[in-house]
């Protein structure tokens, strides 16, 4: 199924390029950066799903004809019709490090523990070059197979990576395959890039028990990194940030007993957000639950959050909710 974000794709390929451009220019950089790089992965789509797209949206193809050419020099034409030049230059840099992860996809089947055996031996900046790559669910799988020391050693060193050459990531690429008995070939050259970012996607997507060692591994090696990594990590509380809808669509596959756990210590703001956005009959349960549980141990609030923080991040990830950081890296909806 597409995401919405793909749909929103399909229907700029389908428009002339200044009409398009005026209708990208609506959408927030955030966003209009996740739309480029799906117009740039969408090289070619089926006139079907393009027909039935334009169907679904309840638009019409003025020309007649239905476009099902993307790639790289139409989303760039486009960003610099919306944006002008140097932004849409900065636009596609950083499409560049998102898209560099198609080199290392042939390890997307590969599971973790097989992923580090890959990896023994290599130094942190090798792994972290990978791991960066990944998806970030299964990056996170990776990192937390490690021993604590390598562990705190890739993050940091993932976390402070900057530009790597194509040539680099694909020597990287070619040996795993090697080892792997993988045979590919690697699509159009990409700049990899590492950065605090991808440890943050990862981080939030990893056991609790794993967030904490790491990050209070990390504090000790480097304070300041630390804590702009923390700065920047989606957080329970960050649902009072959310648009109403958002906060709905978030709540409504949460159980009741897992709010219950989560809520404790939360604060007044929060509890009223969530109340605010679910049922009566929602909160009965709620208060039921909260009202039976007693004394609670600290982790089992911590698990509870992270279980919604992994929520919210699926629902991200299905492009059903979309999460955008502000200029000051708050996360709002």
Known sequence: MLSGTQKVAIVLMQMEKEHAAEVLRQFTEFEADEIASELVRLRHVDAGTVEDTIHEVHELATSGRLNARGGREIAAGLLEASFGSDKANSVMDRLSSSLAGMTFEFLDSTDAAQVVALLDGELPQTSALVIAHLRPEIGSAVIASFDPVTRTDIARALATMGSAAPEAVRVVAEALKKRTGAVSTPREPVEAVGGIQPLVEIL?????????????????????????????????????????????????????????????????????????????????????????????????????????????RELETSGEITIERGDEDDFVL
Not at 258 to 283: C, H, M, P, Q, Y
């Open 204 to 312: 939030n997507r990893s056991d609790v028990a794993i967030e904490k060692d790491l990050l209070h591994s990390l504090e000790q090696r480097d304070p300041l990194l630390a804590e702009e990594v923390r700065s920047r990590m989606l957080s329970f509380t960050d649902i009072v940030k959310f648009e109403r809808k958002d906060v709905q669509r978030v709540l409504r596959g949460i159980n009741p007993a897992v709010l219950a756990f989560a809520l404790r210590g939360a604060g007044d703001a929060v509890e009223e957000t969530i109340r605010g956005n679910i049922s009566d009959r929602t909160k009965e349960v709620l208060d039921a639950e909260i009202a039976s549980m007693g004394r609670v141990r600290v982790s089992q609030v911590e698990e509870a959050r992270a279980d919604i923080v992994r929520s919210i």
